[in-house]
């Protein structure tokens, strides 16, 4: 071998060993986009919003309903990671809410037992979605929308039958804390996490508290604690595991993921399984903490889900996304539905915002992975 072809095989391995530029690196996250609309929806309220919205009781405030739609967004990027959606979830949220509902007050179930049930059959509902679009070839899109209707209509049936008539189905907190061992499930899937410790921080003056000595912040909703872990999990097993390799190899190029060993009808079955159950989880938590459900309960969330998905990076494409920043685009919805409170700005806006996030999350999508993969 001459020196030089010796020198340019040398040369080319090194320009593959070389590390990308910082910046070129921050680019290819996914997460990217969410960060930078979570600073400026921030900056925004800084500007325009009483102060007291970034005070920590106003922190929390907006973090609990972001929780519960960021549970959602989690379940709904991993399954667009994989190619396919879910427009049922709104939908499944209602539905489970029901048949966790009527566990406990119609049939008197104790709480684990209800659990149990309530997250078995969003599963079964899961693996129904997913055998129907691999079997059949239709499109998710259109699978998950006929169960959008058939869900909020089955949901709408079951709570007259269960209520003799009514659309809400109450008593769920009362019959949920009739036993020691119901109490301590209520406890884990409703009130506030911490409180002890709250108390403390306000006793020693670490934290606000009254005039009478309680603290302004009782502790953390439960819900928060819920959205935390599971977008932990969800970004380990997104990145770190071979199941994660699995999602963004069915996504980007099922038929090569297929030929290279991957099990994509496995995987895309599991992740519409998995959106069903953080539907569940998000009914569980919702009707523990009003202590009734109703027919609308996850009325259009479905969309928010998918909308905070897109701003957190998922190609509609599929193979490319994030859990973590599904997440941030559930704080930025959360942040701005609370935080319109906080102004004189008409709620109504949050509509327009919805609309607004989603067009300028996937031009700002598109422009990067461009950028990045050098696709004109």
């Known amino acids: 071998m001459s020196e030089q072809n010796a020198a340019a095989i040398d040369e080319a391995r090194d320009e593959r060993l070389k590390e990308a530029p910082f910046v070129l690196r921050m680019m290819r996250r996914p997460e990217l986009g969410a960060v930078m609309g979570l600073v400026i929806v921030t900056l925004f309220f800084i500007v325009v919003a009483n102060a007291t919205m ?52 119609t049939i008197g179930l104790s709480l684990p037992v209800a659990i149990l049930l309530t997250f078995a059959f969003a599963a079964a509902m899961g693996f129904a979605n997913g055998q129907i679009v691999i079997h059949t070839g239709l ?27 009514s659309t809400q189905l109450r008593g769920v907190r009362e019959a949920a804390t009739d036993s020691g061992i119901d109490a301590f499930f209520y406890e884990i899937f409703a009130g506030e996490a911490f409180e002890g410790l709250f108390a403390w921080l306000a006793a020693n003056d670490w934290i606000a508290k009254f005039p009478n000595g309680q603290p302004k912040v009782t ?51 599991s992740l519409f399984m998995v959106t069903a159950g953080c539907a569940a989880l998000v ?74 996030m989603l067009l ?17």
């Open 54 to 105: 970034f005070e920590f009781s106003g922190i929390m405030n907006f973090l609990a309903p972001a929780a519960q739609l960021g549970i959602l967004a989690i379940g709904a990027s991993l399954l667009m990671v994989g190619g396919e959606f879910d427009l049922s979830v709104g939908s499944m949220v209602a539905f489970t809410g029901l048949i966790f509902a009527a566990c406990v007050v």
């Open 139 to 165: 499109p998710s899109f259109i699978v998950t929308l006929a169960f959008l209707f058939i869900l909020r209509g089955l949901s709408l049936v079951g709570l007259k039958w269960a209520t003799g008539g």
């Open 219 to 269: 502790g953390i909703p439960v819900e928060i604690i819920w959205f935390a872990l599971i977008a932990a999990l969800a970004a380990w097993a997104l990145t770190r595991t071979r199941y994660g390799n699995w999602i963004f190899a069915a996504g980007g190029d099922a038929n090569a993921a297929r030929n290279s060993g991957v099990p994509v009808r496995r995987v895309k079955t």
């Open 283 to 356: 009914a569980i938590l919702t009707v523990l903490d009003s202590g009734s459900t109703d027919a609308r309960r996850g009325f259009q969330k479905e969309f928010e889900a998918i909308i905070a998905a897109v701003i957190g990076g998922c190609l509609l494409t599929g193979g490319y996304g994030s859990a973590i920043g599904a997440a941030i685009g559930a704080v930025i919805f959360g942040m701005v539905l609370i935080g319109l409170t906080y102004t004189t700005i008409d709620q109504d806006w949050y509509l327009v915002f919805l609309g607004g």
């Open 360 to 376: 300028m999350a996937v031009f700002f999508n598109n422009i990067i992975r461009k950028r990045v993969t050098g696709e004109r």
